[in-house]
């Protein structure tokens, strides 16, 4: 049976986002491929550490029940198939109800945001959802505070979109009035997202 995603919320979300993956991305980041790879498959059975997004991934997969499958989420990474596997294991592990995904083996994740039928991206790689946002789609950066926020409010979802730039700009720290309706914002976005508009 073909996957409907009528009436879904499609997330798109990057692996790094979902989880801690910072030393092997320093691997794939020095261009040392081999090394990255060999990293993963030796890891495989060892669960990732969670990372930024995944409280925020666990809120929202939380909006489905078993008759109503209201929020999809999918893996869209830079990363390889073979750490694919280490992802979906992980996301298993972490009680993650994720069953698609997408590893471009370095390629710009954003150009596979149409065929995933994904209504949001989110990403912890500031590049990518400046691509994203160019090519006209919704997305958003995850920022590392965005675990020990969302863990403050373990019942509510709560993301903030700044498309003008405004809130969350270094520009919008001009006057005091615009500084603490700017602190107030940051704040009450516990999850810690956050957009820039072009």
């Known amino acids: 049976m073909p996957i409907s995603l009528q009436d879904k919320l499609v997330v798109a979300i990057s692996s790094r986002a979902l989880f801690d993956f910072e030393e092997e991305n320093h691997l794939f980041e020095h261009g040392d491929d081999r090394a990255y790879m060999a990293l993963q498959l030796e890891r495989l059975e060892v669960p990732a550490q969670a990372g930024c997004a995944l409280p925020l991934v666990r809120k929202l997969l939380g909006f489905n029940t078993d008759d109503?499958?209201?929020?999809?989420?999918?893996?869209?990474?830079?990363?390889?198939?073979?750490?694919?596997?280490?992802?979906?294991?992980?996301?298993?592990?972490?009680?993650?109800?994720?069953?698609?995904?997408?590893?471009?083996?370095?390629?710009?994740?954003?150009?596979?945001?149409?065929?995933?039928?994904?209504?949001?991206?989110?990403?912890?790689?500031?590049?990518?959802?400046?691509?994203?946002?160019?090519?006209?789609?919704?997305?958003?950066?995850?920022?590392?505070?965005s675990a020990r926020a969302g863990g403050?409010?373990?019942?509510?979802?709560?993301?903030?979109?700044?498309?003008?730039?405004?809130?969350?700009?270094?520009?919008?720290?001009?006057?005091?009035?615009?500084?603490?309706?700017?602190?107030?914002?940051?704040?009450a976005h516990a999850d810690g997202l956050g957009s820039r508009g072009r």
Request: glycine content about 10%; proline content about 4%.
């Open 152 to 187: 403050s409010h373990p019942n509510e979802v709560r993301i903030a979109f700044d498309g003008d730039a405004v809130l969350f700009s270094d520009e919008a720290g001009a006057g005091e009035g615009s500084q603490r309706a700017g602190a107030r914002a940051r704040g």
């Open 68 to 145: 109503h499958h209201r929020v999809e989420v999918v893996i869209l990474s830079r990363n390889d198939p073979a750490s694919g596997m280490r992802v979906f294991r992980s996301a298993r592990h972490h009680g993650l109800a994720i069953e698609r995904g997408v590893f471009t083996r370095g390629r710009s994740p954003y150009a596979y945001l149409s065929a995933l039928g994904a209504n949001l991206f989110l990403s912890a790689n500031e590049d990518d959802v400046r691509s994203a946002l160019a090519a006209g789609f919704v997305a958003a950066r995850v920022y590392p505070d």
